[in-house]
T-cell receptor, first 115, second 116 residues
Framework: AQTVTQSQPEMSVQEAETVTLSCTYD???????LFWYKQPPSRQMILVIR??????QNATENRFSVNFQKAAKSFSLKISDSQLGDAAMYFC????????????FGTGTRLTVIP | EAGVAQSPRYKIIEKRQSVAFWCNPI?????LYWYQQILGQGPKLLIQ????????DSQLPKDRFSAERLKGVDSTLKIQPAKLEDSAVYLC??????????????FGPGTRLTVL
């Protein structure tokens, strides 16, 4: 099983400010996918952003962007212009590109947005 | 497009009782996953189906858990008998599958199980 580590159990950010959530992973594969999922208190896991390991360009989705450092096995999420609706648990996840494609999740970071 | 549906949303049972959860994936999604999410942890895979065949059930406690996906669409996950440590949220996810590659997984709202 792959190991995904999120070293920040909790983070907080002022509304409209920027916050970065950290994630590291361990793998011997060269091709794989990385994800950030958001889980609000309602429990529905929602995809935030996806990164293919073969792509050098960092993925972006509106206010969300990643810093993918393949050699360092690091995959951080930056949230710009934070909004109250961004408050949630954020999970970093790893997926093999082929074969068994289940997700390996980190333990999550709880993000609080302060008005 | 309708998302992944799960029922029930909540279930409370006594230990040693049985319980079943139902999942309806996104239409056309060949791959279906059941994850267990214990409070304070990330989800962990229990079983993965490709159409109606099992791809990976290595983490499924087969002495008490069973799952099936008849006709390659809906799936049910059963626990019999339940233990206190089975208290968790059970998440169903589905994804499309094409040319040997699995696309992004989409999750249902989950079923919160409490075993007393």
């Amino acid at each position: 099983a792959q190991t995904v580590t999120q070293s920040q159990p909790e983070m907080s950010v002022q509304e409209a400010e920027t916050v970065t959530l950290s994630c590291t992973y361990d793998t011997s594969e060269s091709d794989y996918y990385l994800f950030w999922y958001k889980q609000p208190p309602s429990r529905q896991m929602i995809l935030v952003i996806r990164q293919e390991a073969y792509k050098q360009q960092n993925a972006t989705e509106n206010r969300f962007s990643v810093n993918f450092q393949k050699a360092a096995k690091s995959f951080s999420l930056k949230i710009s212009d934070s909004q109250l609706g961004d408050a949630a648990m954020y999970f970093c996840a790893y997926q093999y590109q082929t074969g068994a494609n289940n997700l390996f999740f980190g333990t999550g970071t709880r993000l609080t947005v302060i008005p | 497009e309708a998302g992944v549906a799960q029922s029930p949303r909540y279930k409370i049972i006594e230990k040693r009782q049985s319980v079943a959860f139902w999942c309806n994936p996104i239409s056309g999604h060949a791959t279906l996953y059941w994850y267990q999410q214990i409070l304070g942890q990330g989800p962990k895979l229990l079983i993965q189906f490709q159409n109606n065949g099992v791809v990976d059930d290595s983490q499924l406690p087969k002495d008490r858990f069973s799952a099936e996906r008849l006709k390659g669409v809906d799936s049910t996950l059963k626990i019999q008998p339940a233990k206190l440590e089975d208290s968790a949220v059970y998440l169903c996810a589905s994804s499309s599958y094409l040319n040997g590659y699995t696309d992004t997984q989409y999750f249902g709202p989950g079923t919160r199980l409490t075993v007393l």
